[in-house]
């Protein structure tokens, strides 16, 4: 991945994170996992894989907390008032995902991959309290989540498929549901070249 300069933004928080410490295996591997997963749901790389039909797929409930029981009120009230948060992986058997319902539809997108990255990854589960959330993470693990759930999204092909299509950055972020700065990360982290506009006839 060619390297940036100080700090990359989170495409699913939006929040600095670190530059990605992560091998070629690792990217590799995760490409990989992009491209079996939508070719477990017939679809091919260039088509867009919306994150509840692969959760869907993986029998993975989705809640918000407005879904949580009448009498959590206070609980709810505090996990949505908690600054930058947006999903979490709170159970593996069953496989259930807590998210933000309030988000836009690229960023629930990106919120529910990045989620399910941590499932298909096999990362523990960080202990979950609703009067203390978010709780403190394991940077690694959210650097592998990010890389994977991006790649879920836009993979590697995908990419390549819309470059050669010609496709703006904006065409691109509307094909695979993602926000444009997700398209952005995403170039960034491959290498592939993405235009921002469409150049002139």
């Given amino acids: 991945?060619?390297?940036?300069?100080?700090?990359?933004?989170?495409?699913?928080?939006?929040?600095p994170i670190s530059p990605p410490r992560l091998s070629a295996a690792f990217r590799q591997r995760c490409e990989a996992l992009a491209t079996e997963?939508?070719?477990?749901?017939?679809?091919?790389?260039?088509?867009?894989?919306?994150?509840?039909?692969?959760?869907?797929?993986y029998q993975v409930l989705l809640l918000t907390p407005l879904d949580l029981a009448a009498d959590a009120g206070a609980a709810v009230a505090q996990v949505l008032s908690q600054p930058g948060w947006s999903a979490a992986l709170i159970s593996r058997q069953p496989p259930v995902i807590l998210h933000h319902p309030l988000h836009s539809a690229a960023r629930q997108e990106a919120n529910l991959m990045h989620e399910l990255?941590?499932?298909?990854?096999?990362?523990?589960?960080?202990a979950f309290d609703p009067a203390t959330w978010p709780a403190t993470l394991d940077k690694q693990h959210e650097r592998e989540a990010d890389y994977l759930g991006s790649c879920l999204q836009?993979?590697?092909?995908?990419?390549?498929?819309?470059?050669?299509?010609?496709?703006?950055?904006?065409?691109t972020a509307a094909h695979f549901g993602a926000s444009l700065q997700l398209v952005s990360w995403r170039c960034n982290a491959t290498g592939i070249t993405i235009l921002s506009a469409a150049l002139d006839a």
Wanted: charged share 10%.
């Fill in 1 to 15: 991945m060619p390297s940036c300069p100080g700090t990359m933004t989170n495409p699913l928080a939006g929040q």
């Fill in 37 to 57: 997963a939508r070719y477990a749901l017939g679809l091919k790389a260039f088509q867009p894989l919306p994150a509840r039909q692969l959760a869907a797929h």
């Fill in 117 to 126: 990255a941590h499932l298909l990854l096999g990362h523990p589960l960080p």
């Fill in 154 to 171: 836009i993979p590697r092909r995908g990419l390549e498929w819309a470059q050669q299509r010609g496709f703006t950055r904006q065409q």
